[in-house]
């Protein structure tokens, strides 16, 4: 089942207090952070707080923490998602693997482990949390194997890393996170991180400290220092992670991204997904991408850029109705897409060409701005609108693209209200790849940093007046 987001989600919600920045972390680029704490701090008892969203679904085991200096049940403690997305609390014997699996990649999760092994109940010495509530089902339980009073490397001088697993030889996390906090010395509850909303009943995030001898708490705000202790301890040591790795994409404001789980589920698995779910590349022939968020109301900006090769097809198609990896985004009656020849693709393969003609390439950045309140669709190359488009025209729809009515769009079946989502097509060559920029994470060069009136998102060229990244917010206010 594809993961959407509409108006809410879990901890992917606008709240009071707010997450400024996150980390993106790529497997790829084999990216973590370490620290050896100079001298010990409670080994016994200690939470850990972390916020997540996934953005690689691919049966490896990815470690996203771990403590220790050797593969051995004393000297060992991670975190990982496992090899079937379940949630796995390891050392070389496992003590926790969920029955839950974690295959969301359109939201965040909240993880809090809470240790305290001098209590006298073998159950309560390790607990895990996942959005305000305990996990209780588990298909592996090895907490009776951990004796009362057991020292883990928890918090002891021994080297505790972040999004890898040096031991295991690697095995990197991709992902983004957020508000990783850690307490030395006290078992804490996770409603001393986190709240349900009053109005939702959705977990969020609250306002967050790190306490005790070796407790930290990392907000990712300083981009030129991404492993800055803001509770004033030992910074963590930088491993191929730079200010590039930073992110608005937060537990209280969560952008769109690649859609991990509709590749899966229609059979695809042709692309692959690589930093922070914002670019796709073909493995094979060409592939169909989408976004994780839908709107059926308002006005939203997106822009893309073919990285390698030009054949893209960026649009919008209806979830669930567009044909995804059967079809190109344009070429049934659920979708449409502009063309790099410069021309826009509706229903039977028809087509509209732009005038005056245009046509794009390899680095041109194509921006695409919807407005579901009138039925049209715009693009620009490089800042410039195609077909003397103007955005801002309303419902005279000047220079767009009428896909719900009118000499464009005709025998298409998207009707007002229809739920759209974004949808692409990268080239057909093996190996093209496309960029994605949503607002809040891209690898594309951006050297203007425009946002949108709301002050959401970063983009090359500034959105049309009116138009809004797909944010969770602005889902909130004009979706």
């Given at each position: 089942m594809e993961a959407l987001q509409r108006l809410h989600n879990r901890g992917s919600i606008s709240t009071g207090y707010n997450i400024d920045n996150s980390l993106v972390l790529e497997s790829d680029n084999s990216e973590r952070l370490h620290k050896t704490p100079s001298g010990a701090g409670n080994r016994r008892t200690f939470t850990i707080s972390f916020w997540t969203k996934?953005?690689?679904?691919?049966?490896?085991?990815?470690?996203?923490?771990?403590?220790?200096?050797?593969?051995?049940?004393?000297?060992?403690?991670?975190?990982?998602?496992?090899?079937?997305?379940?949630?796995?609390?390891?050392?070389?014997?496992?003590?926790?693997?969920?029955?839950?699996?974690?295959?969301?990649?359109?939201?965040?999760?909240?993880?809090?482990?809470?240790?305290?092994?001098?209590?006298?109940?073998?159950?309560?010495?390790?607990?895990?949390?996942?959005?305000?509530?305990?996990?209780?089902?588990?298909?592996?339980?090895?907490r009776s194997s951990i004796n009362q009073n057991n020292d883990f490397p928890v918090n002891n001088t021994e080297i505790h890393n972040i999004g890898s697993s040096p031991i295991e030889g690697g095995l990197y996390y991709n992902g983004y996170i957020a508000e990783w906090v850690q307490i030395d010395g006290t078992a804490s509850a996770p409603t001393e991180f986190g709240e349900f909303d009053d109005d939702t009943g959705i977990w969020k995030p609250k306002s967050v400290s790190a306490s005790g001898t070796n407790g930290f708490y990392l907000d990712f705000k300083d981009s030129s220092n991404m492993g800055n202790d803001a509770g004033g301890g030992?910074?963590?040591?930088?491993?191929?992670?730079?200010?590039?790795?930073?992110?608005?994409?937060?537990?209280?404001?969560?952008?769109?991204?690649?859609?991990?789980?509709?590749?899966?589920?229609?059979?695809?698995?042709?692309?692959?997904?690589?930093?922070?779910?914002?670019k796709a590349k073909a493995l094979e022939t060409a592939e169909m991408a989408s976004g994780t968020m839908a709107v059926a109301q308002g006005k939203w900006y997106y822009e893309c850029k073919a990285l390698t090769n030009s054949d893209i097809m960026p649009g919008w198609g209806v979830p669930n109705k567009w044909g995804h990896h059967s079809n190109n985004p344009g070429y049934d009656e659920y979708s449409f897409a502009a063309h790099w020849v410069g021309r826009a693709y509706y229903y039977g393969n028809s087509y509209i060409d732009f005038s005056p003609s245009v046509s794009w390439g390899t680095n041109d950045i194509i921006s695409v701005a919807l407005d579901a309140d009138n039925g049209f669709c715009y693009w620009a190359k490089n800042g410039t609108w195609m077909?003397?488009?103007?955005?801002?025209?309303?419902?005279?729809?000047?220079?767009?693209?009428?896909?719900?009515?009118?000499?464009?769009?005709?025998?298409?079946?998207?009707?007002?209200?229809?739920?759209?989502?974004?949808?692409?097509?990268?080239?057909?060559?093996?190996?093209?790849?496309?960029?994605?920029?949503?607002?809040?994470?891209?690898?594309?060069?951006?050297?203007?940093?425009?946002s949108d009136a709301d002050g959401y998102g970063t983009f090359e060229y500034a959105p049309p007046s009116g138009y809004y990244a797909l944010c969770t917010k602005n889902l909130e206010e004009y979706g």
């Open positions: 996934r953005t690689e679904i691919n049966g490896v085991k990815q470690y996203i923490f771990e403590a220790g200096n050797s593969d051995s049940n004393t000297d060992r403690f991670t975190l990982r998602f496992g090899t079937g997305d379940t949630f796995d609390i390891q050392s070389q014997s496992t003590w926790l693997i969920t029955n839950r699996v974690f295959r969301d990649t359109s939201a965040y999760y909240h993880f809090v482990i809470k240790v305290d092994t001098t209590d006298s109940t073998a159950a309560n010495r390790i607990k895990l949390y996942v959005n305000g509530v305990e996990e209780t089902s588990f298909s592996t339980d090895n030992l910074d963590f040591t930088l491993v191929n992670i730079t200010s590039a790795d930073q992110a608005t994409d937060t537990p209280t404001n969560n952008f769109c991204t690649l859609n991990i789980l509709n590749a899966l589920s229609n059979g695809g698995g042709n692309n692959e997904y690589t930093e922070g779910a914002t077909n003397g488009g103007s955005p801002t025209s309303g419902s005279t729809g000047t220079g767009g693209f009428n896909y719900i009515g009118g000499s464009t769009g005709a025998n298409m079946e998207i009707v007002d209200g229809d739920f759209l989502i974004p949808a692409f097509r990268t080239n057909y060559a093996p190996n093209a790849s496309i960029l994605l920029n949503f607002g809040g994470f891209t690898t594309i060069s951006i050297s203007s940093a425009e």
